[in-house]
């Protein structure tokens, strides 16, 4: 299998995170609007049914709730006015007023353009914003190639996402069973055998054509198909060698070898994929875990300060994140004496740093200087020195593992780290 693209990954993350944050945001009553527009429908269309909403609207009997609910629709409209035509894969629009305690309630706005395509249209209000669509293109979409062949069709095509994209069909000319007896049906099997035997070549003189020019970033090849056609295709070794090491075990039985067979092989593939993804994880962290238990020095680090370290002395191999992680990499300046410092700070703990003393001169003067997602931090860092970073989901024990026992990153290391200087620890008194 092939590596995984880190910005792929990291666009994963953020994608992720940018959920995660519109998740939050709560309506006091049904002030939360969802829509989402897909490729092709016309901006105009979609500013007439704003317009309905927004005359339906004025029937709300809560006065707050009535008010704030036309505010996010005339917003809405302002955006959608924005586009001239929803981008490729659509657009989405959340918009509304979030409770922030106290009776009280702020305007939120979020413009979401998915890695995948949208479907339908639809516009939902709710006290929540309605995100199903968008979470389930939250797994990286990985490339896949699919082939589902018997002795009559072949059909050929690639999976990303959710997107079966079909590039080539082709009917066979191999002639069906015959009801000749005697020499005939002797010289009718030959003939039958030597037209399969020109067809699977052609299969793979096809397949050729339009997986190798992706070969590089092809996950790996899915092949289907009715009865036993499939695995002799595969085990007679009439794909070229790169590609024959691509294909994933076990082939799959499908009944159609049509475009709908390349859905029905999905379909019956989906928990390969899946276990596929998490084994790979899994063998990484297998992996980390036998450096660290190795007697000698291992070429292993975990934790914030360690992996920190050897990421700035350009140490890291392949740097492991848990994609449960969600924390800031914040720097802070003292007003007082001048120090400027560096923290990993959960996602809203700011504060807790702006109200302790600086480290250095003890004064109550910090100030917030500038902030970072910490993991782009460490994608970035890895992969500016060299190295290939990979996010491990929690799904896995290993992946929940790594969240829990190691902070949620770790690094596999090209060679072991010098002796780390002690902390400094500054003196009471």
């Given amino acids: 299998m092939s590596p995984e693209v880190p910005g792929t990954q990291l666009a994963r993350y953020t994608f992720q995170r940018k959920l995660d944050e519109i998740a939050q945001a709560k309506g006091r009553a049904t002030e939360l609007i969802s829509l989402y527009v897909p490729a092709g429908k016309k901006i105009f269309d979609v500013i007439g049914y704003l317009r309905n909403e927004y005359a339906q609207s004025s029937n709300i009997k809560s006065r707050t709730t009535r008010k704030n609910v036309m505010w996010a629709i005339e917003s809405l409209m ?3 006015r924005g586009f001239k035509e929803p981008p490729d894969n659509g657009v989405a629009f959340f918009v509304g007023s979030k409770a922030v305690g106290a009776d009280k309630s702020e305007a939120v706005t979020f413009i979401v353009e998915p890695p995948e395509p949208l479907n339908t249209f639809l516009y939902r209000c709710d006290s929540t914003f309605y995100l199903d669509p968008l979470l389930s293109m939250v ?6 190639g699919l082939l589902v062949v018997d002795r009559a069709e072949v059909t050929i095509g690639f999976l990303r996402g959710k997107r079966v994209e079909t590039l080539r069909n082709r009917q066979s000319l191999v002639p069906s069973k015959h009801g000749r007896g005697g020499q005939s049906a002797h010289r009718f099997e ?3 055998e030597h037209a399969a035997h020109e067809f699977f070549v052609k299969v793979a003189e096809m397949s050729a054509e339009v997986f190798l020019p992706r070969a590089g970033e092809l996950k790996g090849i899915l092949v289907g198909g009715p009865g036993a056609t499939k695995e002799f295709f595969v085990k007679e070794g009439f794909l070229t060698p790169l590609l024959q090491q691509k294909v994933i075990t076990p082939l799959f039985d499908t009944g159609y070898t049509d475009e709908y067979g390349l859905r029905e092989l999905v379909e019956k593939a989906t928990q390969t994929l899946h276990g596929l993804e998490l084994t790979e994880e899994k063998r990484l962290v297998q992996r980390l ?5 190795r007697a000698e020095v291992g070429l292993a680090a975990y934790g914030e300060r360690d992996v920190g370290r050897a990421l700035d002395l350009g140490a890291v191999a392949t740097l492991l994140v848990s994609d449960g992680l969600r924390r800031q990499r914040s ?6 004496c001048g120090e400027e410092f560096s923290r990993s700070v959960a996602d809203g703990k700011e504060d807790e740093v702006l109200e302790a003393p600086c480290p250095k001169c003890g004064a109550l003067a910090v100030s917030l200087l500038r902030s970072e997602d910490y993991v782009e931090n ?3 860092r890895a992969i500016d020195s060299g190295g290939e970073a990979r996010l491990v989901s929690t799904e896995s024990d290993e992946g929940e593992m790594l969240l829990r026992a190691f902070e949620g990153v770790a690094a596999i ?3 072991p780290l010098p002796s780390a200087p002690p902390l400094r620890v500054k003196a009471q008194g």
């Fill in 331 to 336: 720097s802070f300046r003292c007003g007082s």
């Fill in 289 to 293: 875990l036998a450096e660290i238990r």
């Fill in 190 to 192: 030959r003939m039958i």
């Fill in 139 to 144: 797994h990286e979409p990985d490339l896949w």
């Fill in 378 to 380: 460490l994608f970035r």
């Fill in 413 to 415: 290391l090209r060679y």
């Fill in 78 to 80: 302002n955006r959608v």
